[in-house]
């Protein structure tokens, strides 16, 4: 594997791309407007709106987000809003003054939408609110995790079961500890080979880090931004790629470039490559606006001759299987089984590269045995596995339609690049 993650422009707007063997894995667009996404805002909550069980939570003036129930079940109740002790356990009002962190982007016609479960993190910690758990990455050892259990699971923040003691925090009484949500950790898979000094260290430090935010935050009045969203880029290496992905990270923007150098949330062992060669710019090198033209474009063509129509709509997006020009023992069962197969495997690489999300339905070539749609549906969940982002195949629907679920995180990158004023291919315009 020779994967790359690539900032540059194409066609003068702002991108991060994700290259594997000069073939084209993901793409985001970048603006210059910031995002709040992972920023930690006080907010006032403006409505309660109980038949949606959500709130509306102004963040800045006319700044308006969705907060919905399932997302403030831990709510931090800050100095303006009375009688909210977390102890209470009640809802929150219109009027209080509540922590929430930016999780969502506005899309098309929703709004922005926000949480209570604040979190920070760095290369091997992520703390948050809600649990006291101490949880590890799936991706570490048995032997591993017990062995961190022992490095860092010890001291002023842990119990006996290992899991964070928030209450034991501050030296002395805090007012604002009354309204102290728990909090949780998890241990990521950086710390695989990590000695336990280091990771003490780390830990101390983001453990100091989230107190003093939630110190500081409950003194803050309305409409205070906390903690800013991470930068575009900071923003594409935590959600954008993982980091087994790609080996480097390549930019041809010299500002950029000095701006990642010793950052600490560049994982361990990833190179920061210049790029500078104003004649051949990184956007004809790897041939990126044409291969964001075939991104962007409605059809799709596969090896066999078969192609793929994808059709984004405001509800759902629709995907249709054609056998177009593949001829070979036309009418057989083994014949659309082959197409669909290989569908199957372009239709998960698409919804990656384009960010699909929300219902997808896929109109697969018609199969005679049950055999047959058991067998892909078993390959496309084995192939949307290795999607980041939280991917459910449902059934086939009475019509026949396989039935695709994915969790709502950015933009499509269609809707991206129609933001952005990026030019689309003429069929789409």
């Not at 760095?122 to 948050?128: D, I, K, Q, T």
């Not at 591993?144 to 699971?153: G, Q, T």
């Not at 728990?182 to 003490?200: A, D, N, Y």
């Not at 880090?209 to 880029?233: D, G, H, I």
Request: hydrophobic share 35%; charged share 30%.
């Amino acid at each position: 594997m020779n994967g790359k993650l690539i900032f540059t422009k194409v066609n003068e707007r702002r991108c991060a791309v994700l290259m594997r063997d000069q073939k084209l894995m993901a793409a985001s667009f970048q603006g210059e407007k910031e995002k709040i996404t992972g920023g930690i805002y006080v907010a006032r909550i403006r409505d309660v709106v109980k038949d949606l069980n959500a709130c509306f939570a102004e963040i800045e003036k006319g700044i308006v987000c969705f907060l919905p129930g399932t997302q403030m079940q831990t709510p931090y109740y800050l100095s303006g809003s009375e009688n909210a002790s977390i102890k209470s356990g009640r809802k929150p009002r219109q009027g209080d003054l509540i922590l929430v962190q930016g999780i969502r982007e506005a899309q098309k016609t929703k709004q922005p939408a926000v949480t209570t479960k604040i979190s920070i993190s760095n290369r091997f910690f992520v703390l948050a609110l809600g649990s006291n758990k101490t949880n590890f990455s799936t991706k570490l050892p048995a032997q591993r995790k017990n062995e961190l259990r022992e490095e860092i699971c010890i001291g002023k923040y842990f119990d006996e079961d290992g899991n964070l003691k928030p209450w034991t925090w501050a030296e002395g009484d805090c007012e604002f500890l009354d309204r102290f949500p728990s909090v949780g950790l998890i241990v990521r898979t950086e710390c695989r080979e990590v000695p336990g000094q280091v990771l003490r260290g780390a830990l101390e430090s983001l453990i100091q880090e989230f107190y003093q935010l939630l110190k500081n935050a409950f003194y803050r009045s309305a409409f205070t931004c906390v903690r800013k969203p991470p930068s575009p880029w900071q923003d594409a290496i935590n959600h954008f790629v993982l980091p087994e992905e790609y080996e480097e990270i390549v930019t041809d923007d010299l500002e950029l470039y000095e701006e990642m150098q010793g950052a600490e949330i560049i994982p361990a062992g990833k190179q920061i490559r210049f790029y500078n060669d104003g004649s051949y710019p990184l956007e004809k090198l790897y041939s990126l606006s044409s291969k964001l033209e075939d991104a962007l474009s409605t059809r799709i063509w596969l090896k066999s001759g078969a192609y793929i129509i994808i059709e984004p709509t405001e509800a759902l997006t629709v995907i249709d299987v054609n056998s177009g020009k593949y001829e070979a023992h036309k009418g057989e069962q083994d014949y659309y089984r082959d197409i669909n197969m290989e569908a199957a495997a372009e239709i998960a690489y698409q919804i990656r590269l384009r960010n699909l999300s929300g219902m997808i339905l896929i109109d697969f070539i018609n199969m005679n045995q049950s055999q047959d749609q058991e067998d892909l549906i078993k390959e496309m969940q084995r192939l949307l596995q290795r999607d980041r982002v939280k991917t459910c195949v449902v059934d086939f629907t009475r019509l026949g339609l396989m039935e695709i679920t994915r969790m709502k995180t950015v933009p499509p990158l269609l809707e991206q690049a129609k933001k952005y004023r990026y030019p689309l291919p003429k069929k789409m315009n």
